[in-house]
């Protein structure tokens, strides 16, 4: 370990465990009672850190009522485990990032993070090649839009957008306050206030066709209001939910359903045969239909009634074509 490193860790284990012993400090560091003394001294005398020795607790601490803040450490470090965090962190990012759309915005970043590892001996380019994010829903956007997004959101003012829905093969041009960026199922959603329809929506951005950013301030709507909308009913098809879903999975399904959040609110149960029970509200059911449909013979659906009868509907139609 570096000397800059044994200064960074020595601050790191103070504010962290605020009374640290003299021996967790030689274990840790694997340095004797000298060379710990020593950098002790370093930290006092030129980074202008508070250190004392509290009698009472056994240990080194920082004084009461001292900045921490304001202590002067020379460079940036990492340790070897928070070196990898940050790699890996930085290339799932890039690799999430399977339309491109902030590609091009985090490549400083890459450099900024190789710069600081250049040293490390678990370089950066060896990290990323052992770790892989396969994307296999993402649709194509546009960055040009995402950017202009981004700064509607930044700077909380309107946009003015042309939006393809494909459910309904048309085209609107829509005023719309922004409220916050989803990246849901490989792809970007941006939930907004859409002054057209006068209600909360959600758009997905390959959707988005152009993008403007006016002068207008966004009209604010309350987390609360927003959580309600969009996150209380199943997945991206948001509002308030009106039912509640029953489904029953094969002891077979349910070794990998039992572990899958399907709903922030769901309830789980397992029955004596082995059976996997899951229950959620939802408000839309196309997102809903397509999951359950997906599993085949290996779930039932219980209830509601609608629901079965969609499900139903939908096998008779998949069963025609063939």
């Known amino acids: 370990m570096s000397n800059m490193e044994r200064l960074h860790r020595i601050k790191y284990m103070l504010q962290h465990r605020k009374c640290v012993p003299i021996e ?3 274990t840790e560091l694997e340095v004797s009672k000298a060379t710990f003394k020593r950098d002790l001294e370093f930290l006092r005398s030129r980074s202008k ?3 004392e020795y509290d009698r009472f607790l056994g240990g080194y601490k920082f004084k009461d009522g001292s900045d921490v803040n304001k202590i002067e450490m020379t460079g940036l470090w990492f340790s070897e485990k928070e070196a990898t965090a940050l790699v890996l962190m930085q290339h799932l990012l890039s690799s999430l990032d399977q339309g491109g759309l902030i590609g091009p915005h985090i490549e400083p970043l890459t ?5 600081i590892l250049g040293q490390s001996e678990a370089t950066t380019k060896e990290l990323r090649k ?5 994307g296999m829903g993402s649709r194509k956007n546009s960055i ?3 950017s202009e997004i981004g700064a509607a959101l930044l700077k909380r003012n309107r946009l003015v957008i042309k939006y393809y829905a494909k459910s309904k093969d048309e085209e609107t ?16 959603y941006l939930d907004g206030y859409c002054h057209m329809r006068e209600g909360l929506r959600s758009f997905a951005l390959d959707g988005i066709r152009s993008a403007i950013l006016t002068n207008t301030k966004a ?11 969009f996150a209380e009913s199943y997945g991206i098809f948001s509002g308030k939910a009106t039912k509640r879903a029953k489904l029953r999975f094969t002891p077979e399904h349910a070794r990998w359903v039992s572990g899958e959040n399907w709903h922030g609110q769901q309830v789980g149960s397992f029955d004596k045969e082995g059976y996997f029970n899951l229950e959620f509200d939802y ?6 239909l397509m999951d359950i449909l997906k599993h085949g013979s290996g779930v039932e659906v219980i209830g509601p009634a609608s629901l079965k009868s969609r499900v139903k509907e939908e096998l008779k139609k998949t069963l025609a074509n063939y």
């Open 24 to 26: 967790d400090f030689m």
């Open 130 to 134: 052992r770790i892989k994010v396969l």
């Open 219 to 229: 009209q604010e709507i309350s987390d609360k209001e927003c959580q309600e909308h």
């Open 173 to 188: 041009e829509r005023e719309i306050s922004p409220q916050r960026l989803i990246y849901y199922r490989e792809n970007w």
């Open 111 to 115: 450099a900024i993070i190789d710069g």
């Open 49 to 51: 850190a508070d250190i």
């Open 283 to 288: 408000n839309q059911d196309p997102e809903l």
């Open 144 to 146: 040009e839009n995402f």
